[in-house]
């Protein structure tokens, strides 16, 4: 029986009660060298939903896997018609003010590097550079066949073209940008191949069950080794492919400091949790700092 990839955490010990105070946050970003690690939570007041907080999609909606996405035809037809609506949503979606206190942090100096979790690329559009796409982007798709990459919009363009008249209503989005649809909105989806080989595309995303490319997970861990403190936000850390490198930080004696309503599984490693809205944290910090061109300061 194939296993199915860790969704889900649950606290095995007793973990200390989130803080409201941001001093520790703003003491460290005074003293920069900070690695930002951003999850899903950093974009929900954008209105892309998280996988677990309350309300998030993981409560009504299971992601596709790469087992199943590679298995059947059925199965990547109907990710990439529920897909497909999703993009159209994301495509709307601009960065809030989580996103832009990061871009205003890194234009004054104090981050060492941004990692994401998140495939929205709502940091670049706040303004934020080389940010390390730890999950990749759903602006690329990528052939399983003969790996070349192709823009989102061109494959979003085909999609049209063979599934003229597809507009179901959805029931929710996803922070994959995967839509909810029933199997009968999904009808007979036209999947289009790659125009290069003929061959099965994707998007350029790693799928719940995939493992992160091992060139940027050992890019992400020399960010680590070379940051002064590493500042978590909006994410779960449910994950390994973000977890470790909390671990990692922990062990190399780095401050760890987390952003995030609910516990966490690095909860144990941080020196704070401050349990606070995204944005209203990081502009309260933002002010605290001095720092001019974040939402509100």
């Given at each position: 029986?194939?296993?199915?990839?860790?969704?889900?955490?649950?606290?095995?010990?007793?973990?200390?009660?989130?803080?409201?105070?941001?001093?520790?946050?703003?003491?460290?970003?005074?003293?920069?060298?900070?690695?930002?690690?951003?999850?899903?939570?950093?974009?929900?007041?954008?209105?892309?939903?998280?996988?677990?907080?309350e309300?998030?999609?993981?409560n009504?909606?299971?992601?596709?896997?790469?087992q199943?996405?590679?298995?059947?035809?059925?199965?990547?037809?109907?990710?990439?018609?529920?897909s497909?609506?999703?993009?159209?949503?994301?495509?709307r979606?601009?960065?809030?003010?989580?996103?832009?206190?990061?871009?205003?942090?890194?234009?004054?100096?104090?981050?060492?590097?941004?990692?994401?979790?998140?495939?929205?690329?709502?940091?670049?559009?706040?303004?934020?550079?080389?940010?390390?796409e730890?999950?990749?982007?759903?602006?690329?798709?990528?052939?399983?066949?003969?790996?070349?990459?192709?823009?989102?919009?061109?494959?979003?363009?085909?999609?049209?073209?063979?599934?003229?008249?597809?507009?179901?209503?959805?029931?929710?989005?996803?922070?994959?940008?995967?839509?909810?649809?029933?199997?009968?909105?999904?009808?007979d989806?036209?999947?289009?191949?790659?125009?290069?080989?003929?061959?099965?595309?994707?998007?350029?995303?790693?799928?719940?069950?995939?493992?992160?490319?091992?060139?940027?997970?050992?890019?992400?861990?020399?960010?680590?080794?070379?940051?002064?403190?590493?500042?978590?936000?909006?994410?779960?850390l449910?994950?390994?492919?973000?977890?470790?490198?909390v671990?990692?930080?922990?062990?190399?004696?780095?401050?760890?400091?987390?952003?995030?309503?609910?516990?966490?599984?690095?909860?144990?490693?941080?020196?704070?949790?401050?349990?606070?809205?995204?944005?209203?944290?990081?502009?309260?910090?933002?002010?605290?700092?001095?720092?001019?061109?974040?939402?509100?300061?």
């Amino acid at each position: 029986m194939r296993m199915r990839p860790t969704l889900s955490w649950t606290p095995t010990e007793d973990l200390p009660p989130g803080s409201t105070d941001l001093e520790p946050v703003a003491e460290a970003l005074s003293t920069g060298g900070v690695l930002v690690l951003s999850g899903a939570g950093l974009s929900t007041e954008s209105g892309i939903p998280d996988y677990r907080g309350e309300g998030g999609s993981l409560n009504r909606h299971t992601p596709m896997t790469y087992q199943d996405f590679t298995a059947t035809a059925q199965a990547r037809r109907r990710y990439w018609a529920r897909s497909h609506l999703g993009w159209r949503t994301f495509g709307r979606a601009r960065p809030n003010a989580g996103h832009q206190a990061v871009a205003a942090f890194a234009r004054h100096g104090l981050l060492s590097g941004v990692i994401t979790q998140n495939v929205d690329g709502l940091h670049q559009a706040a303004g934020s550079e080389d940010v390390v796409e730890l999950h990749g982007s759903l602006d690329r798709v990528v052939c399983l066949s003969c790996g070349a990459l192709s823009p989102r919009r061109e494959l979003a363009r085909r999609l049209e073209e063979a599934n003229a008249g597809f507009e179901p209503v959805a029931a929710g989005i996803n922070p994959d940008g995967d839509a909810d649809l029933t199997d009968e909105q999904v009808g007979d989806f036209r999947v289009v191949p790659c125009a290069v080989c003929g061959g099965v595309l994707k998007p350029d995303v790693v799928f719940f069950g995939e493992a992160v490319p091992p060139r940027r997970v050992e890019h992400c861990r020399e960010l680590v080794h070379e940051a002064a403190s590493l500042l978590v936000l909006g994410s779960s850390l449910t994950v390994m492919s973000g977890l470790r490198f909390v671990r990692q930080a922990a062990r190399a004696g780095k401050p760890v400091l987390i952003v995030n309503l609910d516990p966490t599984r690095g909860d144990r490693h941080a020196v704070t949790r401050v349990a606070l809205p995204l944005g209203t944290a990081l502009t309260a910090v933002a002010g605290r700092l001095g720092i001019p061109g974040a939402a509100g300061v």
